[in-house]
Each structure stands twice: as C-alpha cells, then as structure tokens.
Nanobody, 125 residues
Framework: QVQLVESGGGLVQAGDSLRLSCAVS????????MAWFRQAPGKEREFVAV???????SYADSVKGRFTISRDNARNTLYLQMNSLKPEDTAVYYC???????????????????WGQGTQVTVSS
C-alpha cells in the first residue's frame, strides 16, 4: 500500500508561481512511476506530468516549459513546480503512483494504482 497526501494548493494570480507537494508513505516499490493529474470543474481528469523510475520526465503540452516535476527521495516527497500560471490551470491537482510499466498508459489514469485526495489550485486573471 502507498499513501499520498498533497499540499501546497491555493489562490494565486496569473503569472504567479506555486509549488505542490505530495508526501509518499508505504511500499515504495509500488511507486515506480509518479505523476500529477488535474481535474477542472466539469472536465475529465487529465495528465499533467510524470516522473519515471529512471528519472525521465514527460509533460502535457499545455504545461511544458512552465511546470517541473521532481522527487526528493530523502523526504519521500514528489513536487510540482508551477510557474507562469494561467487561469486555465485552475483545477484540483492529484498526485498518483503506479508500478513500473511502459507505454502510453502512463499518460492515463489506468497507469496508476494509488491516488491522493487532491489539492485545489485557483488562478485568477
């Protein structure tokens, strides 16, 4: 079992920065890949960024160049640094963890076994 707890969300203005954190506890072998997803009101949960077991990262086109995913193994924490925030970034952000798998499934919800409760990010214009 893996437990994920997000924090760091809030209300910011367009152009501001925010850093989300996801505290990870439990069986680390179950979390070979870790990712951030987000869900805006009335929309499907969508992929934002993924950090693979070998350190490789991938990002959604909408956040590429603005967001950075990283992990501090000593603190068992996953981060999402969000810069140049836009109103369309407003959503509940979820941390997710899953086993070592390959393929495009890691860009979908199906690739992940464990989810956090989410943290709200609101960007005003």
């Amino acid at each position: 079992q893996v437990q994920l707890v997000e924090s760091g969300g809030g209300l910011v203005q367009a152009g501001d920065s925010l850093r989300l954190s996801c505290a990870v506890s439990g069986n680390s072998f179950s979390s070979a890949i870790m990712a951030w997803f987000r869900q805006a009101p009335g929309k499907e949960r969508e992929f934002v960024a993924v950090l693979r077991w070998n350190g490789d990262t991938s990002y959604a086109d909408s956040v590429k160049g603005r967001f950075t995913i990283s992990r501090d193994n000593a603190r068992n924490t996953l981060y999402l640094q969000m810069n140049s925030l836009k109103p369309e970034d407003t959503a509940v952000y979820y941390c997710a963890a899953g086993p070592k798998i390959l393929g495009v499934v890691i860009f979908t919800r199906r690739g992940y076994t464990y989810w956090g409760q989410g943290t709200q990010v609101t960007v005003s214009s």
